[in-house]
Protein backbone atom coordinates (compact mmCIF):
# COMPACT_ATOMS: atom_id res chain seq x y z
CA UNK A 1 0.00 0.00 0.00
CA UNK A 2 1.02 3.44 -0.96
CA UNK A 3 0.20 5.11 2.49
CA UNK A 4 3.18 5.84 4.86
CA UNK A 5 2.22 3.95 7.96
CA UNK A 6 3.44 7.11 10.14
CA UNK A 7 1.29 9.41 8.58
CA UNK A 8 -1.56 6.98 9.86
CA UNK A 9 -0.39 6.72 12.77
CA UNK A 10 0.03 10.28 13.27
CA UNK A 11 -4.09 10.74 12.76
CA UNK A 12 -4.62 8.57 15.68
CA UNK A 13 -2.50 11.27 17.94
CA UNK A 14 -5.02 11.83 21.31
CA UNK A 15 -5.49 15.30 22.06
CA UNK A 16 -5.87 16.43 25.79
CA UNK A 17 -9.42 18.27 25.66
CA UNK A 18 -11.62 19.94 27.98
CA UNK A 19 -15.44 20.42 28.60
CA UNK A 20 -16.85 23.64 26.98
CA UNK A 21 -19.83 25.32 28.48
CA UNK A 22 -22.52 26.29 26.38
CA UNK A 23 -25.42 28.34 28.02
CA UNK A 24 -28.15 27.25 25.61
CA UNK A 25 -27.71 23.90 26.67
CA UNK A 26 -30.37 22.07 28.82
CA UNK A 27 -30.57 18.45 30.27
CA UNK A 28 -33.99 15.88 28.90
CA UNK A 29 -34.17 12.73 30.92
CA UNK A 30 -34.85 9.75 29.53
CA UNK A 31 -34.85 5.69 30.33
CA UNK A 32 -33.73 2.20 27.55
CA UNK A 33 -37.07 0.55 27.59
CA UNK A 34 -35.82 -2.01 25.30
CA UNK A 35 -32.37 -3.34 24.24
CA UNK A 36 -32.17 -4.86 21.00
CA UNK A 37 -29.10 -6.81 18.98
CA UNK A 38 -27.72 -3.73 17.33
CA UNK A 39 -29.70 -0.91 19.46
CA UNK A 40 -30.59 0.75 22.60
CA UNK A 41 -33.92 2.14 22.44
CA UNK A 42 -34.83 5.30 24.68
CA UNK A 43 -37.91 6.71 25.54
CA UNK A 44 -38.47 10.51 26.72
CA UNK A 45 -41.40 12.53 27.97
CA UNK A 46 -41.03 13.95 24.41
CA UNK A 47 -38.17 14.03 21.63
CA UNK A 48 -38.19 17.86 21.03
CA UNK A 49 -34.42 19.12 20.76
CA UNK A 50 -33.08 15.82 20.14
CA UNK A 51 -31.16 15.00 15.98
CA UNK A 52 -29.97 11.86 14.52
CA UNK A 53 -26.36 11.38 15.63
CA UNK A 54 -27.20 13.05 18.90
CA UNK A 55 -25.17 11.33 22.07
CA UNK A 56 -26.90 10.34 24.99
CA UNK A 57 -24.97 10.32 28.45
CA UNK A 58 -24.98 8.59 31.68
CA UNK A 59 -24.35 10.29 35.04
CA UNK A 60 -21.48 8.95 36.54
CA UNK A 61 -19.21 10.57 39.41
CA UNK A 62 -21.23 13.76 38.94
CA UNK A 63 -19.78 13.84 35.20
CA UNK A 64 -21.62 12.98 32.15
CA UNK A 65 -20.16 9.88 30.36
CA UNK A 66 -21.46 9.26 26.57
CA UNK A 67 -22.53 5.93 26.06
CA UNK A 68 -25.04 6.64 23.29
CA UNK A 69 -25.14 7.54 19.59
CA UNK A 70 -29.10 8.60 18.32
CA UNK A 71 -29.83 6.75 14.89
CA UNK A 72 -33.23 6.95 14.85
CA UNK A 73 -35.91 9.23 16.24
CA UNK A 74 -39.77 9.40 16.91
CA UNK A 75 -42.18 11.26 19.09
CA UNK A 76 -41.04 9.92 22.15
CA UNK A 77 -38.16 7.82 21.63
CA UNK A 78 -34.58 7.18 20.21
CA UNK A 79 -33.06 4.12 18.81
CA UNK A 80 -29.16 4.57 19.47
CA UNK A 81 -25.96 2.58 19.25
CA UNK A 82 -23.69 1.69 21.93
CA UNK A 83 -20.02 3.68 21.59
CA UNK A 84 -18.21 3.29 24.68
CA UNK A 85 -17.57 0.28 27.12
CA UNK A 86 -20.25 1.09 29.64
CA UNK A 87 -22.65 -1.77 30.23
CA UNK A 88 -26.34 -0.29 30.11
CA UNK A 89 -29.24 -2.00 30.68
CA UNK A 90 -33.53 -1.42 30.70
CA UNK A 91 -34.69 1.14 33.45
CA UNK A 92 -30.63 2.84 33.21
CA UNK A 93 -31.19 6.71 33.35
CA UNK A 94 -29.85 8.85 29.86
CA UNK A 95 -29.09 12.35 29.97
CA UNK A 96 -29.53 14.43 26.36
CA UNK A 97 -28.19 17.40 25.81
CA UNK A 98 -30.40 19.48 23.68
CA UNK A 99 -30.59 23.05 22.30
CA UNK A 100 -33.35 25.87 23.83
CA UNK A 101 -35.30 27.27 21.25
CA UNK A 102 -38.26 29.61 22.09
CA UNK A 103 -40.09 28.55 19.43
CA UNK A 104 -39.36 25.10 19.67
CA UNK A 105 -38.56 22.07 17.83
CA UNK A 106 -41.58 19.76 16.49
CA UNK A 107 -40.87 16.32 15.24
CA UNK A 108 -43.33 14.16 13.76
CA UNK A 109 -43.98 10.46 14.36
CA UNK A 110 -42.36 8.08 12.40
CA UNK A 111 -41.91 4.83 11.52
CA UNK A 112 -38.34 4.82 11.61
CA UNK A 113 -37.82 3.12 14.62
CA UNK A 114 -40.28 0.31 13.93
CA UNK A 115 -38.39 -0.27 10.54
CA UNK A 116 -35.15 -0.69 12.13
CA UNK A 117 -36.94 -3.24 14.37
CA UNK A 118 -38.41 -5.08 12.02
CA UNK A 119 -34.97 -5.02 9.99
CA UNK A 120 -33.75 -6.90 13.20
CA UNK A 121 -36.39 -9.75 13.19
CA UNK A 122 -38.27 -8.32 15.97
CA UNK A 123 -41.59 -8.20 16.13
CA UNK A 124 -43.52 -5.61 17.08
CA UNK A 125 -46.35 -4.46 19.21
CA UNK A 126 -49.32 -3.19 16.61
CA UNK A 127 -48.18 0.23 15.00
CA UNK A 128 -50.41 3.68 16.44
CA UNK A 129 -50.43 1.04 19.75
CA UNK A 130 -47.08 0.49 20.03
CA UNK A 131 -45.46 0.83 23.83
CA UNK A 132 -42.03 -0.57 25.18
CA UNK A 133 -43.09 -1.11 28.68
CA UNK A 134 -40.49 0.41 31.04
CA UNK A 135 -38.94 -2.26 33.67
CA UNK A 136 -37.08 -3.27 36.40
CA UNK A 137 -33.51 -3.39 35.79
CA UNK A 138 -33.25 -7.09 35.00
CA UNK A 139 -30.82 -9.50 37.44
CA UNK A 140 -30.89 -12.01 34.70
CA UNK A 141 -32.35 -11.42 30.77
CA UNK A 142 -31.43 -13.65 27.54
CA UNK A 143 -32.67 -14.99 24.55
CA UNK A 144 -33.19 -18.28 23.34
CA UNK A 145 -34.10 -19.33 19.49
CA UNK A 146 -34.71 -22.26 17.55
CA UNK A 147 -34.72 -22.00 14.09
CA UNK A 148 -35.43 -24.42 11.20
CA UNK A 149 -34.44 -23.67 7.39
CA UNK A 150 -34.89 -26.24 4.81
CA UNK A 151 -33.63 -26.00 1.07
CA UNK A 152 -36.14 -28.38 -1.83
CA UNK A 153 -34.50 -28.67 -5.20
CA UNK A 154 -35.63 -30.67 -8.59
CA UNK A 155 -32.80 -29.70 -10.21
CA UNK A 156 -30.66 -32.84 -11.21
CA UNK A 157 -27.97 -33.75 -8.46
CA UNK A 158 -28.96 -31.66 -6.37
CA UNK A 159 -29.68 -32.46 -2.23
CA UNK A 160 -32.64 -31.71 0.04
CA UNK A 161 -32.19 -31.05 3.86
CA UNK A 162 -33.04 -29.41 6.96
CA UNK A 163 -30.53 -27.64 8.85
CA UNK A 164 -31.82 -26.61 13.14
CA UNK A 165 -30.15 -23.90 14.46
CA UNK A 166 -30.22 -23.05 18.55
CA UNK A 167 -29.21 -19.75 19.75
CA UNK A 168 -28.53 -18.97 23.29
CA UNK A 169 -27.53 -15.43 24.46
CA UNK A 170 -27.44 -14.76 28.47
CA UNK A 171 -26.80 -12.21 30.46
CA UNK A 172 -26.85 -12.22 34.02
CA UNK A 173 -26.02 -8.91 35.64
CA UNK A 174 -24.56 -8.49 39.19
CA UNK A 175 -25.67 -12.35 40.19
CA UNK A 176 -28.14 -12.25 43.53
CA UNK A 177 -26.51 -9.02 44.56
CA UNK A 178 -23.18 -9.79 44.30
CA UNK A 179 -19.77 -8.04 42.10
CA UNK A 180 -20.27 -11.22 39.85
CA UNK A 181 -21.62 -10.87 36.28
CA UNK A 182 -22.01 -13.90 33.44
CA UNK A 183 -22.45 -13.41 29.72
CA UNK A 184 -22.74 -16.07 27.07
CA UNK A 185 -23.42 -16.59 23.19
CA UNK A 186 -23.57 -20.06 22.16
CA UNK A 187 -25.14 -21.99 18.65
CA UNK A 188 -25.75 -25.41 17.99
CA UNK A 189 -26.50 -26.15 14.30
CA UNK A 190 -26.87 -29.18 12.79
CA UNK A 191 -28.21 -30.89 9.37
CA UNK A 192 -31.25 -33.32 10.20
CA UNK A 193 -29.75 -35.98 7.87
CA UNK A 194 -26.31 -35.59 9.58
CA UNK A 195 -27.48 -36.04 12.91
CA UNK A 196 -24.94 -39.30 13.73
CA UNK A 197 -21.84 -37.55 13.06
CA UNK A 198 -22.73 -34.77 15.52
CA UNK A 199 -21.30 -36.18 18.77
CA UNK A 200 -17.69 -37.61 16.75
CA UNK A 201 -17.67 -33.54 15.57
CA UNK A 202 -19.07 -31.36 18.14
CA UNK A 203 -16.65 -28.48 17.59
CA UNK A 204 -18.01 -28.31 13.98
CA UNK A 205 -21.57 -27.73 15.14
CA UNK A 206 -21.34 -26.40 18.38
CA UNK A 207 -19.92 -22.97 18.14
CA UNK A 208 -18.62 -21.17 21.70
CA UNK A 209 -18.38 -16.97 20.97
CA UNK A 210 -19.06 -15.94 24.67
CA UNK A 211 -18.67 -17.62 27.66
CA UNK A 212 -17.02 -15.40 30.86
CA UNK A 213 -17.16 -14.47 34.51
CA UNK A 214 -16.78 -10.95 35.03
CA UNK A 215 -16.11 -9.84 38.17
CA UNK A 216 -16.55 -5.59 39.24
CA UNK A 217 -14.39 -4.59 41.86
CA UNK A 218 -15.71 -0.88 41.78
CA UNK A 219 -17.54 1.20 38.88
CA UNK A 220 -14.02 1.76 37.08
CA UNK A 221 -12.10 -2.09 37.94
CA UNK A 222 -13.25 -5.52 36.71
CA UNK A 223 -11.78 -8.62 35.96
CA UNK A 224 -13.29 -10.96 32.91
CA UNK A 225 -12.52 -15.21 32.54
CA UNK A 226 -13.71 -17.45 30.26
CA UNK A 227 -14.26 -16.89 26.16
CA UNK A 228 -14.97 -13.18 25.49
CA UNK A 229 -14.93 -9.88 23.32
CA UNK A 230 -13.18 -7.00 24.47
CA UNK A 231 -14.87 -4.05 22.58
CA UNK A 232 -11.31 -2.05 22.62
CA UNK A 233 -9.43 -4.85 20.58
CA UNK A 234 -12.75 -5.97 18.93
CA UNK A 235 -10.71 -6.87 15.65
CA UNK A 236 -9.26 -9.99 17.84
CA UNK A 237 -12.81 -11.74 17.87
CA UNK A 238 -13.11 -14.31 20.65
CA UNK A 239 -10.25 -14.54 23.52
CA UNK A 240 -10.05 -17.85 25.60
CA UNK A 241 -8.56 -16.43 28.75
CA UNK A 242 -8.41 -13.20 31.08
CA UNK A 243 -8.68 -9.60 30.76
CA UNK A 244 -8.62 -6.86 33.81
CA UNK A 245 -9.48 -3.21 32.91
CA UNK A 246 -9.03 -0.36 35.00
CA UNK A 247 -10.06 3.12 34.59
CA UNK A 248 -9.04 6.28 35.57
CA UNK A 249 -11.32 9.89 35.46
CA UNK A 250 -11.16 10.08 31.35
CA UNK A 251 -8.23 7.36 30.89
CA UNK A 252 -8.23 3.44 30.47
CA UNK A 253 -6.17 0.41 30.30
CA UNK A 254 -6.48 -2.95 30.33
CA UNK A 255 -4.43 -6.08 29.83
CA UNK A 256 -5.16 -9.83 28.35
CA UNK A 257 -3.74 -13.04 28.00
CA UNK A 258 -5.04 -16.44 27.20
CA UNK A 259 -5.58 -18.20 23.73
CA UNK A 260 -6.96 -17.74 20.39
CA UNK A 261 -9.81 -20.39 19.04
CA UNK A 262 -8.79 -22.87 16.95
CA UNK A 263 -9.18 -21.20 13.64
CA UNK A 264 -11.08 -24.37 11.98
CA UNK A 265 -13.79 -24.73 14.39
CA UNK A 266 -13.21 -22.04 17.20
CA UNK A 267 -12.27 -25.41 19.81
CA UNK A 268 -9.70 -24.52 22.58
CA UNK A 269 -6.72 -24.85 21.25
CA UNK A 270 -3.72 -24.43 24.00
CA UNK A 271 -0.74 -24.02 21.27
CA UNK A 272 -2.44 -20.45 20.54
CA UNK A 273 -1.06 -18.65 23.29
CA UNK A 274 -1.72 -14.51 23.05
CA UNK A 275 -1.00 -11.75 25.51
CA UNK A 276 -1.72 -8.15 25.09
CA UNK A 277 -2.53 -4.77 26.48
CA UNK A 278 -4.68 -1.95 25.52
CA UNK A 279 -5.27 2.05 26.55
CA UNK A 280 -7.77 4.64 25.41
CA UNK A 281 -9.23 8.06 26.15
CA UNK A 282 -12.85 9.17 25.84
CA UNK A 283 -13.38 13.17 25.84
CA UNK A 284 -16.54 15.10 25.73
CA UNK A 285 -16.83 18.42 23.77
CA UNK A 286 -20.11 20.23 24.26
CA UNK A 287 -22.65 17.62 23.45
CA UNK A 288 -20.22 15.59 21.75
CA UNK A 289 -17.56 12.78 22.56
CA UNK A 290 -14.01 12.13 20.83
CA UNK A 291 -12.35 8.37 21.73
CA UNK A 292 -9.03 7.10 20.59
CA UNK A 293 -7.58 3.50 21.38
CA UNK A 294 -4.41 1.87 21.10
CA UNK A 295 -3.80 -1.92 21.57
CA UNK A 296 -0.74 -4.17 21.61
CA UNK A 297 -0.92 -8.08 20.56
CA UNK A 298 1.53 -10.84 20.66
CA UNK A 299 -0.29 -13.96 19.07
CA UNK A 300 2.06 -17.35 18.96
CA UNK A 301 2.17 -20.82 17.98
CA UNK A 302 3.79 -23.49 20.21
CA UNK A 303 5.31 -20.07 22.14
CA UNK A 304 6.91 -19.10 18.61
CA UNK A 305 5.74 -15.59 17.46
CA UNK A 306 2.92 -15.91 14.87
CA UNK A 307 1.88 -12.66 14.68
CA UNK A 308 2.62 -9.01 16.23
CA UNK A 309 0.71 -6.10 15.74
CA UNK A 310 -0.90 -3.18 16.88
CA UNK A 311 -4.44 -1.93 16.32
CA UNK A 312 -5.51 2.00 16.38
CA UNK A 313 -9.34 2.46 16.87
CA UNK A 314 -10.88 6.73 16.66
CA UNK A 315 -14.29 7.70 16.65
CA UNK A 316 -16.12 10.81 17.44
CA UNK A 317 -19.04 13.20 16.72
CA UNK A 318 -17.29 16.48 17.28
CA UNK A 319 -18.69 17.94 13.91
CA UNK A 320 -22.34 18.73 14.04
CA UNK A 321 -24.51 15.97 12.92
CA UNK A 322 -21.77 13.90 11.75
CA UNK A 323 -20.43 10.64 13.03
CA UNK A 324 -16.70 9.52 12.40
CA UNK A 325 -15.60 6.26 13.01
CA UNK A 326 -11.78 4.56 11.83
CA UNK A 327 -9.81 1.41 12.83
CA UNK A 328 -5.90 0.09 11.50
CA UNK A 329 -3.70 -2.25 12.04
CA UNK A 330 -0.14 -2.13 11.60
CA UNK A 331 1.96 -5.53 11.77
CA UNK A 332 5.40 -5.14 13.42
CA UNK A 333 6.97 -8.63 12.76
CA UNK A 334 8.00 -10.44 9.51
CA UNK A 335 9.78 -14.23 9.40
CA UNK A 336 10.88 -15.09 5.52
CA UNK A 337 13.00 -18.02 4.90
CA UNK A 338 13.69 -18.73 8.67
CA UNK A 339 15.09 -14.83 8.80
CA UNK A 340 12.67 -12.12 11.44
CA UNK A 341 12.40 -9.12 11.40
CA UNK A 342 10.62 -6.18 13.08
CA UNK A 343 9.34 -4.16 10.46
CA UNK A 344 5.95 -1.36 10.14
CA UNK A 345 3.67 -2.90 7.14
CA UNK A 346 0.24 -1.38 7.33
CA UNK A 347 -2.46 -4.56 7.68
CA UNK A 348 -5.91 -2.54 7.01
CA UNK A 349 -7.27 0.68 7.41
CA UNK A 350 -11.19 1.01 7.57
CA UNK A 351 -13.01 4.11 8.07
CA UNK A 352 -17.08 5.24 7.73
CA UNK A 353 -18.44 8.95 8.02
CA UNK A 354 -22.34 9.44 8.68
CA UNK A 355 -23.44 12.70 7.86
CA UNK A 356 -27.47 13.55 9.52
CA UNK A 357 -27.94 17.21 8.87
CA UNK A 358 -31.78 16.66 9.41
CA UNK A 359 -34.51 13.77 9.46
CA UNK A 360 -34.95 14.18 6.29
CA UNK A 361 -31.28 13.45 4.54
CA UNK A 362 -28.26 10.89 5.61
CA UNK A 363 -25.40 10.32 4.05
CA UNK A 364 -22.27 7.56 4.90
CA UNK A 365 -19.59 6.93 3.14
CA UNK A 366 -16.78 4.18 3.74
CA UNK A 367 -13.38 3.06 2.98
CA UNK A 368 -11.96 -0.15 3.48
CA UNK A 369 -8.29 -1.77 2.35
CA UNK A 370 -6.88 -4.82 3.93
CA UNK A 371 -4.27 -7.18 3.42
CA UNK A 372 -4.28 -10.73 4.25
CA UNK A 373 -3.29 -11.27 7.85
CA UNK A 374 0.04 -13.61 8.12
CA UNK A 375 0.33 -15.92 11.01
CA UNK A 376 4.10 -16.70 10.13
CA UNK A 377 4.08 -20.55 11.78
CA UNK A 378 0.61 -21.39 11.39
CA UNK A 379 0.71 -21.11 7.51
CA UNK A 380 4.08 -21.56 6.76
CA UNK A 381 3.63 -24.48 4.55
CA UNK A 382 2.73 -21.87 2.46
CA UNK A 383 3.73 -18.38 3.18
CA UNK A 384 4.69 -17.53 -0.09
CA UNK A 385 1.40 -17.82 -1.52
CA UNK A 386 0.07 -15.36 0.86
CA UNK A 387 2.68 -12.31 -0.03
CA UNK A 388 1.25 -12.80 -3.62
CA UNK A 389 -1.87 -11.68 -2.43
CA UNK A 390 -2.48 -7.87 -2.95
CA UNK A 391 -4.35 -5.35 -0.86
CA UNK A 392 -7.89 -5.45 -1.48
CA UNK A 393 -9.54 -1.77 -1.39
CA UNK A 394 -12.89 -0.32 -1.96
CA UNK A 395 -15.14 1.97 -0.77
CA UNK A 396 -19.19 2.27 -0.03
CA UNK A 397 -21.69 5.15 -0.19
CA UNK A 398 -25.38 5.09 0.81
CA UNK A 399 -27.47 7.65 1.06
CA UNK A 400 -31.21 8.28 2.44
CA UNK A 401 -34.11 10.92 1.44
CA UNK A 402 -37.02 11.39 3.30
CA UNK A 403 -39.10 12.75 0.39
CA UNK A 404 -42.06 13.04 2.61
CA UNK A 405 -43.94 11.72 5.18
CA UNK A 406 -44.27 8.54 4.20
CA UNK A 407 -42.15 8.64 1.25
CA UNK A 408 -38.57 7.61 1.54
CA UNK A 409 -35.58 7.03 -0.95
CA UNK A 410 -32.04 5.58 -0.86
CA UNK A 411 -29.13 5.19 -2.99
CA UNK A 412 -26.36 3.29 -2.69
CA UNK A 413 -22.69 2.67 -4.62
CA UNK A 414 -19.65 0.87 -4.03
CA UNK A 415 -16.08 0.18 -6.37
CA UNK A 416 -13.69 -2.20 -5.25
CA UNK A 417 -10.47 -3.23 -6.51
CA UNK A 418 -7.33 -5.38 -6.23
CA UNK A 419 -4.46 -5.07 -8.59
CA UNK A 420 -4.43 -8.54 -10.16
CA UNK A 421 -7.67 -8.53 -11.13
CA UNK A 422 -9.11 -8.31 -14.81
CA UNK A 423 -11.74 -6.10 -13.97
CA UNK A 424 -12.87 -3.94 -10.96
CA UNK A 425 -16.00 -4.86 -9.02
CA UNK A 426 -18.95 -1.89 -9.57
CA UNK A 427 -22.63 -1.92 -7.85
CA UNK A 428 -24.93 0.22 -7.34
CA UNK A 429 -28.62 0.46 -7.02
CA UNK A 430 -31.71 2.13 -4.60
CA UNK A 431 -34.60 2.01 -3.01
CA UNK A 432 -38.19 3.63 -3.13
CA UNK A 433 -41.01 2.93 -0.08
CA UNK A 434 -43.97 4.17 0.59
CA UNK A 435 -45.70 3.72 4.38
CA UNK A 436 -49.26 3.89 5.00
CA UNK A 437 -51.13 3.81 1.27
CA UNK A 438 -54.55 5.03 1.65
CA UNK A 439 -57.61 2.28 1.79
CA UNK A 440 -55.02 -0.59 2.14
CA UNK A 441 -53.15 0.29 5.15
CA UNK A 442 -49.80 -1.15 3.92
CA UNK A 443 -46.54 0.17 2.65
CA UNK A 444 -45.07 -0.64 -0.54
CA UNK A 445 -41.24 -0.86 -1.27
CA UNK A 446 -39.25 -1.04 -5.09
CA UNK A 447 -35.48 -1.91 -5.27
CA UNK A 448 -33.11 -2.36 -8.03
CA UNK A 449 -29.49 -3.60 -7.67
CA UNK A 450 -26.47 -3.63 -10.06
CA UNK A 451 -23.30 -5.67 -10.18
CA UNK A 452 -20.40 -5.43 -12.25
CA UNK A 453 -17.24 -7.99 -11.57
CA UNK A 454 -14.18 -9.62 -13.04
CA UNK A 455 -16.18 -12.69 -13.75
CA UNK A 456 -19.94 -12.22 -13.88
CA UNK A 457 -22.72 -9.18 -14.31
CA UNK A 458 -25.94 -9.02 -12.86
CA UNK A 459 -28.92 -7.15 -11.94
CA UNK A 460 -32.08 -7.47 -9.30
CA UNK A 461 -35.43 -6.01 -9.62
CA UNK A 462 -37.99 -6.00 -6.85
CA UNK A 463 -40.87 -5.20 -4.92
CA UNK A 464 -42.43 -5.88 -1.60
CA UNK A 465 -45.65 -5.02 0.62
CA UNK A 466 -46.17 -5.02 4.11
CA UNK A 467 -49.16 -5.36 5.98
CA UNK A 468 -50.38 -5.39 9.39
CA UNK A 469 -53.03 -8.50 9.36
CA UNK A 470 -55.44 -9.20 12.71
CA UNK A 471 -55.75 -6.38 14.53
CA UNK A 472 -52.36 -5.17 13.87
CA UNK A 473 -51.40 -8.75 15.60
CA UNK A 474 -49.69 -10.37 12.32
CA UNK A 475 -46.63 -8.82 10.45
CA UNK A 476 -47.34 -9.79 6.61
CA UNK A 477 -45.04 -9.37 3.60
CA UNK A 478 -45.38 -10.39 -0.17
CA UNK A 479 -42.11 -10.08 -2.32
CA UNK A 480 -41.29 -10.72 -5.72
CA UNK A 481 -37.71 -10.51 -7.70
CA UNK A 482 -36.32 -10.89 -11.39
CA UNK A 483 -32.89 -11.86 -11.06
CA UNK A 484 -30.51 -11.93 -14.39
CA UNK A 485 -27.01 -12.89 -14.01
CA UNK A 486 -24.60 -13.46 -17.11
CA UNK A 487 -20.91 -15.72 -16.62
CA UNK A 488 -18.67 -13.52 -18.17
CA UNK A 489 -15.86 -16.05 -18.31
CA UNK A 490 -17.64 -18.77 -20.58
CA UNK A 491 -21.06 -18.56 -22.31
CA UNK A 492 -23.78 -19.00 -19.75
CA UNK A 493 -26.80 -16.52 -18.47
CA UNK A 494 -29.66 -17.03 -16.19
CA UNK A 495 -32.92 -15.50 -15.86
CA UNK A 496 -35.04 -16.07 -12.28
CA UNK A 497 -38.51 -15.61 -11.11
CA UNK A 498 -38.36 -15.10 -7.02
CA UNK A 499 -41.67 -15.13 -4.93
CA UNK A 500 -41.21 -14.87 -1.24
CA UNK A 501 -43.83 -14.35 2.14
CA UNK A 502 -43.17 -13.58 5.27
CA UNK A 503 -45.43 -14.07 8.23
CA UNK A 504 -44.27 -13.15 11.90
CA UNK A 505 -46.43 -12.83 15.63
CA UNK A 506 -45.82 -11.92 18.89
CA UNK A 507 -47.67 -14.81 20.79
CA UNK A 508 -46.90 -13.06 24.00
CA UNK A 509 -44.98 -10.59 25.74
CA UNK A 510 -42.13 -12.82 25.56
CA UNK A 511 -42.36 -15.39 22.34
CA UNK A 512 -42.68 -14.65 18.91
CA UNK A 513 -43.19 -16.79 15.96
CA UNK A 514 -41.86 -15.96 12.27
CA UNK A 515 -42.03 -17.88 8.81
CA UNK A 516 -40.92 -17.44 5.54
CA UNK A 517 -40.73 -18.93 2.18
CA UNK A 518 -38.86 -18.58 -1.12
CA UNK A 519 -39.18 -20.20 -4.29
CA UNK A 520 -36.93 -19.71 -6.92
CA UNK A 521 -37.45 -20.34 -10.58
CA UNK A 522 -35.43 -20.85 -13.86
CA UNK A 523 -35.78 -21.73 -17.03
CA UNK A 524 -34.21 -25.31 -15.41
CA UNK A 525 -35.31 -26.13 -12.24
CA UNK A 526 -37.01 -24.80 -9.37
CA UNK A 527 -35.80 -23.72 -5.66
CA UNK A 528 -37.69 -23.54 -2.86
CA UNK A 529 -36.58 -22.49 0.98
CA UNK A 530 -38.30 -22.33 4.04
CA UNK A 531 -37.40 -20.97 7.15
CA UNK A 532 -39.05 -20.81 10.73
CA UNK A 533 -37.88 -19.70 13.96
CA UNK A 534 -39.05 -19.32 17.66
CA UNK A 535 -37.90 -16.78 19.70
CA UNK A 536 -38.29 -16.32 23.48
CA UNK A 537 -37.16 -13.29 25.71
CA UNK A 538 -36.62 -13.62 29.53
Known amino acids: MKIPSYIWLLTFVCFNTANFSQTNIQEKEGTITFVSSQYFYVKFENTDGIKTGDTLFVRQNKKLLPVLNVQFISSKSTAAILIGNKKLNVGDKLISKVTIKTEGLKVEKSNTINQVLQQEGEVLLPTGNQKILNKKKPEV ?14 SPGS ?12 DADRIRGSNFSLTSYINFNYRADDWSNVSSKVWKNLKVYDLAFKYEFDEKTNLVAGRYRN ?38 NPDLFEFGGYIGRTDTLGAGFMENNFAFMQQTNKFKTDRRFIYLQHSNNILTNTYFFASSEVDLYKKVVNVESNELTLTSIFFSVRYSPSRIF ?61 DQTKNFGGHLSYSSIPAIESSIAVNYNRLFTSYVNSSIIGVRLTKYLFNNNVDFSFGYRVSKYDL ?51
Open 362 to 422: SATLSYDARKNVVYYETYKNFIDSLFENETRQGFNLRTNFRLTNNLFLGLNGGYRFRNGDL
Open 159 to 170: IDYQRWRYSLSL
Open 231 to 268: RNISNLGSIDGIGFEKRFNSYYAGVVIGYRPDLSDLSF
Open 488 to 538: TTFAFSSNQNIFSIDLSTRLNRTVSLSVSYEGIFDERSTFTRIFAALITRF
Open 141 to 154: SGRLSVQSYSSLSN
